[in-house]
Structures are given as structure tokens and as C-alpha cells.
């Protein structure tokens, strides 16, 4: 039914809830305007023709059609406002004592609630069933206003009138607690910033005391009495309609104390230093998920490109125009990096700072830049009289968006695909969907699209914030900034992280205190130590020292740390069955508990003098048997000596070196190799900035995977899964010298070189660490498929060292 302006401005004024049940499909609307036929009665334009009926005169209820024109012709009339008020206030005496309204429904531990949902996966289930027991409430309510309304007909004779007055309160209620319930199971994975309010366990008692309830508010409906106005006294009247309809945002019932949690405090300081590496290297938050990693220029999805907007990133650019100061500011108080905020913003309201969404299904409305929930606002900040207009300010509401971002923090560690999800959805929870590669619940739901989005935004932010240097300017903390080197204010713990040698010395290991290993005591499964991020550092530390772990430690207990610690415990002869003890603590902490070091060749000197070099130089070799060590070494023939390392020449060697499972022995394998571009791709690079020709070093960065996927030339190779630092050679000058480096994914894999001649290497490089033969790559191939720590994990990332010949053989 359409309701006049006039007519829905009143309401809307003095009894929103009459509004939008009037504006419902019958028998709904039927209903509403019974229950507010009687608080109208008195008005001129409000009394419906009087039927005669067993003797004694009765009034007929109002049509919905009736009270709008009843409303439309007295909207003049004083009383009406109090009137309606008088009839809100009936529709929502079941609400104030049953105690359904949204803002009673918060849990009151809702971090544990959501931690427990994820672990354990109950969502789906919670959500399925829940809607079942909705379905009952509405099955049972329908009965009750099926026979009440029998009696408001006349078809069930009642002569008691406060009973009558009760039938016709208790079907208002009705509607109003099916509308609530409802609006709260559909709103429990809702979107839009709303997800926070997790009230599964509050709709649950709600229910449970329905029918004492139901009970209840029958009974003060018949007893209550309308108030009258007092004397003198002169209702307002009616405002105009506004342009956008204004949500009563989580308002607190009469009498209710609104609760607000404390403020949020901000991050700490070292915190985006602690989380860089982790954030920089391919991860994912589901084992069946797409993986992504931190980069110049923003995410990079399984190994390709950072994500980016099309054309020219304007909008964010006109953002930090705008907003850059504020951002800055409030980026700097919580400690949260500035391209998030910039990112959400753009994500949100495209930089509206007027931008205002109504939320009916909860009673809330998403206000302002960041478009944060009125009643988030309320409990980040700690603020309970903060309002929607008040959000409308652009540093409230940067300050509000931000104190989010800063509360989720423990679960998100500030990854910014976890971060688009937690503050879409209020936390982080599986959705299995084809469509969501992410598998992250986000709305709309069942898509992705939101993470997808945000990351294109995050990208042009990453990709502006290097080039205008956001972090130097202005001190806040910036991950273009930590990716770039550049020192920016709290970036400093990153950008010292992030310049750490990627592989530390083993012996430096053995000398750093394991204060956890020493006072250990207890004993338990493998599956507890999941849990000990910091005893787990202490043990890949010493494991890696010890020669059975590949470095840096990263505190996570996955499955190749498992597998190096069953090898050390079989090793020492110590009980295999993932127990972690007191005697297996001990046996950590005695320096000379390592594995022996790298046997000598019989007959290759030569690669003795590799292994000596890369000891010399604190490069790690894996001396478990049966582990393969790769090792590149540029400009050297096949039987160890020196070339000239010409361009465009397979003159560089491909190395493989192990110690035997059986006799003890040092093994190795050889194929001609290239590390270098050809000169093809010198001249004509893939990148403006040059041909990538990479750093020398060590770097664990490389699965097994395939080589140019679902083109002619794909085949089984070695993929760049973790960054790695290359020169770019700009000049063309086939040289490192002078030319600038980069670090990130640039599909710098391992793979065949098509056979070329070893004089040419054509267009088989661009960069990559080329082996010059199918054959011998694919002996290559079946030779790292060999290594036990793949065996255990075929996501193994394998080390591979990059070496100048001239150093290590001259």
C-alpha cells in the first residue's frame, strides 16, 4: 500500500514501527491498523460506522486504507501525535519485556563466540538450525493471530473488552517479534560492516522464553491504560518527510542502560615489524583457499600481479587530497597502516563523506566515509552518545573505521584480505561457495567480490603511497613504505625486519638464549604446540642450527618442522611419537647435538669448495641424509673450472648435492644451466624498469609447480612461490652493477631450456634459473621429488643458492 508523504513523515516522527508494518503486504497490514484503530477513535476523521450485534453496539476495526486517511486529514490535530505515540508505545511493551530489541541482543563475549564458531564450524549449523526454530516461533505466532483475529471479527464471541484490548495488543506484539527475530537471524551473517553483532546465543534464551513472555505482555497489554496528555500540554506537529529516511540506530530501550565496551587501544608499535615477513611470504588463511603475499604494488594471488582498478587511480588520489591529513593522523594513533584506511574508504563510499546506508533489518544505518555501524562507532570508541550525524564528520569517522581495523587486529594481523573481510562481515568466518576463492564469508555473500574489490583499491593505494611516499611525508605507518626500505616513522621495527639477511648463520643460532627450552617441564602432543608460537621459534632455531631445518624460523609448527623434529628425535634416540618432552627440551639446548657437517667429496674437489664457501659465508646446508642442497653457480663449466660467463650463453652450472641415506657419502648431480636473461629479453624486457637478472644469495622460494600453465610449452618445474631480489638491468648493459634492485614474485622459476644450443640462449630466459636440456631437467626434477621434507609436505619450499663461480673457485 503507498503511504502519503505527509502521512509517512508523522509516523516516521512518532511511530516507526506502525510505518513500516502499514506498509507491509496483507493480512500484515490488516493487523497494524487494528491495533492502532483504537488509540485514533477519538479523532473526527477516524470513526467507522457503528453495526448493531446481539444487541449492544460495537465499533469496527479501521482499514489500513482508513487509519492512512485518518491519519492524512487530522495531521492538523495535536492529539494525533500523542496518539500514535500512545500506540507505539503498545506495540513495543512485548520488545521492552521480553527483551528482544537489537541492542539487548549483543553478546556479551562476542570475540569467544565468533573464535569458537570458527574453530569448530559450527556457523552453518548454528544458522541452519536456528532458522528452523524461527520457522516454529512463526508457525506457532501464526496460530495466535489466525484465532485472534477470529475474535476481533466477531467469529469467536467475547463480551470481556479488556480481553479484546489485550487479543488486539497481543497481535501487534506478534508482528513485532516476528519482524525482530527475523531481521536478527538473517542479519547474523549479514554484511556492511554488521557482522560484529553475533547474537546467536541472546536469540536463543529469547526464544526459550517466549511463551512466559507472550503470556506476560498479554496481560499489561490488558491492563494498560494510554497516559493521558497532560494539561496544557501541546503535541508537535508533524515534520515534513526528509529526503532520506532517518534509522533509529540501535536506540536503547526505556529504561535499558545502552552498553559500551572500552575504547580500543591502539596496535603496538613493533607489531607491523613482527608481521611483515609473515605477510610478505605466500600464505593463506584455508588450505583449500587461493594463497596471496604482500608486495610492491599491493597482493599478489597465487604468484601473479598485485591487483589494481583500471586506468588511472584517481579516486584515490582525490581521497588522500581530501582526507590524507586525517588519515594520516589516526593511522599514526592507532598504529594501523595508512593504505588500509585508504583502501577501506575507497571500498566504502568512494570517498562520500555524506554517504549514509540505512540497516532496517538491525535498526542501524552505516554513516560517513568509512561507513562504519552507528552502534560499532558506539562500542570501538566507547562513546554511548554517539549518533549517525556525529559519524558524518570526516575525522570521527576516519577515527571510528581505523579504532576497527585496530580492535580486529588479533585475528586479521592486519592482512589486508583479512582485514577486508573481518570489517565487511565483523569477523572471520568459512564460506563454502565455488565462487569466493577466498572462502572468507564477505557480502554479497557466496562471491568473494567484497576481498576482490577492497584489493583492487589497496593496490592503487600501495601503488600512489610509494610514488608520493605517504609514510616519509607524513610519519604514519605505511606498508609501501616497509616494502620499498624507505624509513617512515613506526615502520622502523619493519624496515629493519625486512633487511635482515634472509638466512641466518647457523652458528649465530646456536648462541641466541632459548629461555622456554631450558625451563621446560611439561610434556605433550605435537598438536599443543600449534599453539606455542614462542617455544615453536625457540625449537626451529635450534633444529636449524643443528642442520635438520631449513631457516628463519617462523614460529609456525607445520608439517616440515614436524617432520625435522621426528628426524632429530631419531637421530638422538629419543621417542618418536609426536611427544613433545622435558628430555626432547634438553636435548635442544646441547650445543653439540647437530647433525655432522657435509662430508668431503672423494674425487670432485670442487664441490668441496662450494660447501666451504657457503659455510664461510653462513649459508645453510641441509646435512639431514637424503635432502637435497641446489645450488647455482654462475659462470662455471660442468667439471668445476671457470669461463669467461659470455652473454646469451649457457655457461652457468646447475648443482645438485646430498648426503647419501645409505653409505654416508657426499652425492651430487650437474647439468649446464643459465641464471641470466638472454639477449632477447635484455633488449626487448618484459618489465620498463629492465630485464630481472637475479641478486646472488639464498633464498627459499621455490615448489614444485608447473611452468607456463596451460600453454604448448608447460611442463613440471620448479615455481616461484617467495620473493626473491633481482637487478634490473634498465641500460642493458647485461651487468648487476649500478642497476637498481627489487624484491617480490616475478615468476623466477627453475625450469627446461627447450633444448637450445648451448651457445643461445634465445628466448628461453627472461630471468629464470634455466637448465639447458629436457633431459637433464627432468633428471633435475626426479632428484628434488627425492628430498624427504618434500615427501612430507609437496608445498615444500625449496632453498636455492645463487653463487659468482669466480669467488667460490678462483
Known amino acids: ?29 490488516a493487523i497494524a491498523a487494528s491495533v492502532v484503530s483504537h488509540a485514533l477513535e477519538r479523532l473526527p476523521g477516524a470513526k467507522p460506522a457503528a453495526t448493531a450485534s446481539s444487541g449492544a453496539a460495537t465499533r469496527a476495526a479501521m482499514t489500513p486504507q482508513q487509519v492512512v486517511e485518518s491519519i492524512k486529514e487530522n495531521a492538523g490535530d495535536p492529539e494525533i501525535f500523542v496518539a500514535l505515540q500512545q500506540a507505539e508505545t503498545a506495540l513495543q511493551q512485548y520488545e521492552l519485556e521480553a527483551g528482544v530489541r537489537f541492542a ?4 556479551e563475549d562476542r570475540k569467544r563466540a565468533s573464535d569458537f564458531q570458527t574453530a569448530n564450524q559450527l556457523g552453518d549449523l548454528a544458522f541452519r538450525y536456528g532458522m528452523r526454530l524461527v520457522w516454529i516461533a512463526m508457525g506457532g505466532l501464526l496460530v495466535v493471530v489466525v484465532l485472534l483475529l477470529l475474535v ?8 470481556n473488552d479488556s480481553f479484546a484490548t489485550a487479543a488486539f495488543g497481543l497481535i501487534g506484539t506478534a508482528v513485532g517479534f516476528v519482524n525482530g527475530i527475523a531481521g536478527a537471524v538473517v542479519t547474523f551473517y549479514w554484511g556492511s560492516s554488521q557482522g560484529s553483532k553475533e547474537k546467536s546465543a541472546a536469540m536463543d534464551r529469547s526464544i526459550q522464553k517466549f511463551s512466559e513472555d507472550l503470556g506476560r505482555a498479554a496481560k499489561a497489554n490488558a491492563a494498560a491504560t494510554p497516559p493521558p496528555a497532560p494539561p496544557g500540554a501541546t503535541a508537535p506537529g508533524p515534520s515534513p518527510a526528509p529526503a532520506a529516511p532517518p534509522v533509529l540506530a540501535a536506540e536503547a530501550p526505556m529504561g535499558a542502560e545502552l552498553r559500551v565496551s572500552e575504547p580500543t587501544m591502539p596496535a603496538g608499535s613493533e607489531l607491523l615489524g613482527e608481521m611483515l615477513p609473515h605477510l610478505c611470504t605466500p600464505h593463506r588463511h584455508f588450505e583449500d583457499a587461493v594463497s596471496w603475499a604482500l608486495a610492491d604494488g599491493g597482493i599478489r594471488i597465487d604468484g601473479g600481479p598485485p591487483e589494481r582498478t583500471p586506468g588511472d587511480p584517481k579516486t584515490i588520489r582525490r581521497i588522500w587530497q581530501e582526507y590524507g591529513d586525517l588519515c594520516a593522523r589516526w593511522s599514526k594513533h592507532f598504529q594501523v597502516p595508512v593504505e588500509l584506511i585508504i583502501a577501506t574508504i575507497a571500498t566504502e563510499s568512494s570517498g562520500n563523506r555524506a554517504a549514509r546506508r540505512p540497516e532496517p533489518q538491525i535498526r542501524d544505518e552505516s554513516v560517513g566515509l568509512m561507513q562504519t555501524l552507528v552502534t560499532t562507532a558506539r562500542e570501538t570508541l566507547g562513546r554511548a552518545s554517539l549518533t549517525g550525524d556525529d559519524l558524518l564528520e570526516p575525522s570521527l569517522s576516519i577515527e571510528a573505521g581505523t579504532s576497527y581495523i585496530a580492535r580486529q587486529r588479533k585475528s586479521t594481523h592486519f592482512d589486508p584480505p583479512l582485514v577486508a573481510a573481518a570489517y ?20 554479497p555473500s557466496k562471491t568473494g567480490e567484497h576481498i576482490d574489490r577492497f584489493l583492487s583499491w589497496f593496490g592503487d593505494a600501495m601503488a600512489v603511497s610509494r610514488d608520493d611516499r605517504w609514510g616519509a611525508t607524513t610519519g604514519a605507518p605505511s606498508f609501501a613504505a616497509a616494502v620499498a626500505g624507505m624509513p617512515a616513522g613506526s615502520t622502523a621495527a619493519m624496515i629493519a625486519a625486512a633487511a635482515a639477511p634472509a638466512i641466518p648463520d647457523p652458528a649465530a643460532m646456536l648462541m641466541r638464549p632459548a629461555p622456554l627450552l631450558e625451563s621446560f617441564q611439561d610434556s605433550f602432543g605435537y598438536d599443543a604446540l600449534v599453539e606455542q608460537t614462542g617455544l615453536v621459534t625457540e625449537i626451529q632455531q635450534r633444529l636449524s642450527a643443528f642442520g635438520y631445518l631449513d631457516p628463519p624460523a617462523d614460529g609456525d609448527f607445520g608439517p616440515i618442522t614436524r617432520w625435522s623434529m621426528k628426524a632429530f628425535c631419531k637421530t638422538r634416540g629419543l621417542a618418536e611419537q609426536d611427544i613433545f618432552d622435558r628430555d626432547t627440551a634438553s636435548a635442544l639446548t646441547i650445543p653439540t647435538n647437530g647433525l ?13 669448495r662450494v660447501a666451504d664457501y657457503m659455510t664461510a659465508k653462513g649459508f645453510w646446508i641441509c646435512r639431514v641424509p637424503e635432502c637435497r642442497n641446489i645450488v647455482y653457480l654462475e659462470g662455471a663449466n660442468m667439471d668445476g673450472t671457470l669461463n669467461d660467463d659470455r652473454v646469451n650463453v649457457f ?14 657419502q657426499l652425492q651430487t648431480r650437474a647439468w649446464q644451466a643459465t641464471t641470466e636473461p638472454g639477449k632477447f629479453f635484455t633488449d626487448r624486457p618484459l618489465n620498463p624498469l629492465g630485464a630481472a637478472r637475479i641478486k646472488f644469495g639464498q633464498y627459499a622460494a621455490w615448489s614444485v609447480g608447473k611452468h607456463h600453465p596451460g600453454k604448448p610449452g608447460e611442463h613440471e618445474a620448479l615455481r616461484q612461490t617467495a620473493d626473491v631480489s633481482v637487478y634490473r638491468d634498465l641500460n642493458k648493459d647485461h651487468e648487476r652493477q649500478g642497476d637498481r634492485v627489487e624484491t617480490g614474485i616475478f615468476f623466477i622459476n627453475q625450469h627446461w631450456g627447450y633444448d637450445r644450443p648451448e651457445d643461445n640462449i634465445g628466448r628461453t630466459s627472461a630471468g629464470c634459473l634455466v637448465g639447458r636440456t629436457k633431459k637433464g631437467h627432468e633428471e633435475f626434477m626426479t632428484e628434488v621429488k627425492r628430498d ?17 663461480a669466480k669467488d667460490v673457485l678462483g
Not at 565487511?424 to 557480502?443: D, H, K, P, T, V
Open 596 to 608: 655432522p657437517d657435509i662430508p668431503r667429496h672423494q674425487t670432485l674437489s670442487w664441490v668441496n
Open 1 to 29: 500500500m503507498r503511504i502519503p508523504p505527509l502521512v509517512s513523515g508523522l509516523l516516521r516522527s512518532s511511530a516507526p514501527t506502525l510505518l513500516t508494518a502499514l506498509a507491509l503486504p496483507p493480512p500484515v497490514n
Open 104 to 107: 539487548e541482543l549483543e553478546l
Open 651 to 664: 655457461n652457468d652450472l646447475r648443482l645438485l648435492f646430498w648426503v647419501d641415506g645409505q653409505t654416508g
Open 788 to 804: 624427504p621434507r618434500y615427501k612430507a609436505n609437496n608445498g615444500y619450499r625449496f632453498l636455492t643458492t645463487i653463487l659468482p
Open 152 to 159: 476481533a471479527i466477531g467469529k469467536i464471541p467475547i463480551g
Open 424 to 443: 565487511n562481515a565483523g569477523s572471520l568466518r568459512r564460506e563454502n561457495a565455488a565462487q569466493n576463492r577466498w572462502l572468507l564469508i564477505c557480502y
